[in-house]
């Protein structure tokens, strides 16, 4: 299906309907706006509560919004730590500049909730329209955006359910593919290191990947080949330490980004465990950081600036009153270079056939696209 830009003729929440949830008067809610200071601070909480549960903006931010635009667009991202986000927005900002659109970036760490309080901050700001991180969020930031008419689109995933505009790539096939490949090596004992997929559908979709394509293969990942870590060398490289001490550690280990499994990289030279000749390991998104190491890091090339550059088209055909994709699937790659090997056999337990030798300069593989127009 095409979407078209909302045309924002929602009734709109005034202060006399949170004066008369919260039991006050309206003066007492312009006081709790404009001088929070000067009001009794269970009364404030009590005009906050409702606030918040009537999604209301104050009456003149509003108006302005109804009678004119500011071309600003709010970014939204997890964390300004994780270098990625960053490219993706300056990306992002890039092309909504050629379009005279200024970027405005906030950051919610992950927190669900924070990140439906910076938005309602930013709508009172006069922000026309939203760029978020994934496809998990809580339900009442939709609502939010529906009920002020903003547009928005969800980047790095691409809604299951297809109920919301998005951006991104196959997260699970790219890990599906990956640990097939290391399967089709002769591994059978596999681990993985993840960021926490709590409100994380990227970290949640890749991990799915991996124990799909053991499944299909009649293996299975153990709960003790599994460790969590948060998106740091330091963190990553203790939890493959945790991995190392395990009685029966794996011969192959899927990160679910570069950073993570550069960080394993790490821990395994401190420990004097070769790579690949003692344990292979894979990352996600083909960042300079693992195709720099030695061996080069085998990964896979997202769309991380293309995912930027699409987001702002989307918008600004929205914006202008176009028709627009609003499901757009980006290819991914597979980049194989020297940090991945043969593992032992599933019933000998020899050596595997060994596999092609490296190459100096990485091979690709290329996944077919695939770009869903909606309708």
Same mark, same amino acid.
């Given at each position: =299906?095409?979407?078209?830009?909302?045309?924002?003729?929602? %009734?709109?929440?005034?202060?006399k309907d949170v004066a008369r949830l919260?039991?006050?008067?309206?003066?007492?809610?312009?006081?709790?706006?404009?001088?929070? $200071?000067?009001?009794?601070?269970?009364?404030?909480?009590?005009?906050?509560?409702? =606030?918040?549960?009537?999604?209301?903006? *104050?009456? !003149?931010?509003?108006?302005?919004?109804?009678?004119?635009?500011?071309?600003?667009?709010?970014?939204?991202?997890?964390?300004?730590?994780?270098a990625l986000y960053a490219r993706t %927005?300056?990306?992002?900002? +890039?092309?909504?500049?050629?379009?005279?659109?200024?970027?405005?970036?906030?950051?919610?760490?992950? $927190?669900?909730?924070?990140?439906?309080?910076?938005?309602?901050?930013?709508? $009172?700001?006069?922000?026309?329209?939203?760029?978020?991180?994934?496809?998990?969020?809580?339900?009442?930031?939709?609502?939010?955006? $529906?009920?002020?008419?903003?547009?928005?689109?969800? %980047?790095?995933?691409?809604?299951? =359910?297809?109920?919301?505009?998005?951006?991104?790539?196959?997260?699970?096939?790219?890990?599906? +593919?990956?640990?097939?490949?290391?399967?089709?090596?002769?591994?059978?004992?596999?681990?993985?290191?993840?960021?926490?997929?709590?409100?994380?559908?990227?970290?949640?979709?890749?991990?799915? !990947?991996?124990?799909?394509?053991?499944?299909?293969?009649?293996?299975?990942?153990?709960?003790?080949?599994?460790?969590?870590?948060?998106?740091?060398?330091?963190?990553?490289? +203790?939890?493959?330490?945790?991995?190392?001490?395990?009685?029966q550690r794996p011969t192959a280990v899927?990160? %679910?980004?570069?950073?993570?499994?550069?960080?394993? =990289?790490?821990?395994? #030279?401190?420990?004097?465990? #070769?790579?690949?000749?003692?344990?292979?390991?894979?990352?996600?998104?083909?960042?300079?950081?693992?195709?720099?190491?030695? *061996?080069?890091?085998?990964?896979?090339?997202? *769309?991380?600036?293309?995912?930027? #550059?699409?987001?702002?088209? +989307?918008?600004?055909?929205?914006?202008?009153?176009?028709?627009?994709?609003?499901?757009?699937?980006?290819?991914?790659?597979?980049?194989?270079?020297?940090?991945?090997?043969?593992?032992?056999?599933?019933?000998?337990?020899?050596? @595997?056939?060994?596999?092609?030798?490296?190459?100096? @300069?990485?091979?690709?593989? #290329?996944?077919?696209?695939?770009?869903?127009?909606?309708?």
């Amino acid at each position: =299906m095409v979407f078209s830009r909302p045309s924002g003729n929602r %009734t709109r929440v005034a202060a006399k309907d949170v004066a008369r949830l919260a039991g006050v008067s309206t003066a007492t809610v312009s006081r709790a706006l404009n001088s929070p $200071e000067q009001v009794d601070p269970d009364t404030l909480r009590r005009v906050r509560d409702a =606030m918040s549960k009537l999604r209301y903006v *104050p009456h !003149g931010v509003a108006r302005s919004l109804r009678s004119r635009r500011s071309k600003m667009v709010g970014a939204i991202v997890p964390s300004f730590d994780y270098a990625l986000y960053a490219r993706t %927005t300056s990306a992002l900002q +890039q092309r909504l500049s050629e379009h005279g659109y200024s970027v405005v970036l906030a950051e919610h760490h992950y $927190e669900l909730l924070d990140e439906l309080q910076v938005t309602r901050q930013l709508i $009172e700001l006069g922000v026309d329209a939203f760029v978020f991180v994934g496809v998990d969020h809580d339900p009442r930031l939709f609502s939010l955006l $529906e009920d002020y008419g903003r547009p928005y689109v969800l %980047t790095w995933g691409v809604d299951p =359910m297809r109920l919301h505009p998005s951006v991104g790539f196959d997260n699970r096939a790219a890990t599906y +593919q990956l640990a097939r490949h290391l399967i089709g090596l002769g591994h059978r004992r596999f681990g993985m290191i993840s960021a926490d997929p709590t409100g994380n559908d990227r970290a949640r979709e890749r991990g799915a !990947g991996v124990r799909a394509a053991l499944a299909d293969a009649g293996l299975r990942l153990e709960d003790s080949h599994v460790q969590y870590a948060r998106i740091s060398l330091p963190s990553a490289q +203790q939890a493959m330490e945790r991995m190392l001490a395990l009685s029966q550690r794996p011969t192959a280990v899927l990160a %679910t980004n570069d950073v993570l499994a550069v960080g394993s =990289m790490l821990a395994c #030279r401190k420990a004097g465990v #070769r790579i690949p000749e003692d344990i292979s390991i894979t990352g996600v998104d083909n960042t300079d950081l693992g195709a720099t190491q030695t *061996p080069g890091l085998t990964s896979v090339r997202t *769309p991380i600036i293309e995912i930027g #550059r699409a987001a702002a088209d +989307q918008l600004i055909d929205r914006m202008e009153g176009r028709a627009f994709s609003a499901i757009q699937s980006l290819p991914f790659e597979l980049v194989f270079r020297g940090s991945i090997g043969p593992g032992p056999a599933a019933s000998t337990g020899k050596p @595997s056939a060994p596999a092609k030798p490296a190459r100096k @300069s990485a091979a690709v593989v #290329r996944p077919p696209a695939t770009r869903a127009k909606a309708g």
